[in-house]
């Protein structure tokens, strides 16, 4: 990921923090056929296993990422944030002297590491419990997989592969207007933070 150094976010609980808070990746491997296979999936994030944390999650098992990946060879899950389309007009520079064009603001966090299956029942299982109690925190009444009858949730077992992702390198970009003066900074985030779109204020408020 090109990161210039005004936008590098090289602090490992940022980088997790911001994995737990947008938990849905695209995970990016070589295929063996010398193209390279995408899906979209859930990952939660094991803090405390390896150096950077391990990601897991699972793909249903007729997908042909499975399949297709290069055994061995390097993935990246792909964390996107909120991001937004910042328009020169909101520069207090940009009406002194013309001199500015249009950017996007965003924040994004890449995990690399090499992608391991697995599927064991019950590390299945356990991997599901983990999923799911991540995403139901907070609810008043949380689901819990064992809500399902036990035999409806081991014939759902069969349909997936579990992922991990023991996570080698990990690079955080904030691209946030960092690089402009205080004023513009100011100016952009004051237009983002009014706009209609809730993105776009998700934005502003990163900014803040």
Known sequence: M?????????RLEVQHAFIRAHGFATIVSPARDGGVVAD?????????AGAYG????HFAR????????LPGAGSVAIFHGPHAYVTPSWYPNKHETGMDVP?????????????????D???????????????EAGRAEPWHVEDAPDAYIRSQ?????????????IEGKFKLSQNRTARDR????AGLAASEGHVARAVAALME
């Open 62 to 69: 007729a997908n042909p990422h499975v399949a297709r990946r």
């Open 2 to 10: 090109y990161t210039p150094p005004a936008y590098a976010e090289e």
């Open 157 to 169: 077992l069969r349909a997936i592969v579990g992922v991990r992702i023991p996570i080698a390198q």
């Open 54 to 57: 391990t990601l897991i999650g």
């Open 186 to 189: 100011a100016g952009a985030k």
């Open 40 to 48: 979209h999936v859930p990952l939660v994030l094991d803090a405390g």
């Open 121 to 135: 029942p019950d590390a299945l299982l356990a991997m599901l419990k983990t999923l799911t109690a991540h995403h």
């Open 103 to 119: 950017t996007w603001n965003y924040v994004a966090v890449h995990a690399h590491g090499v992608l391991e299956t697995f599927d």
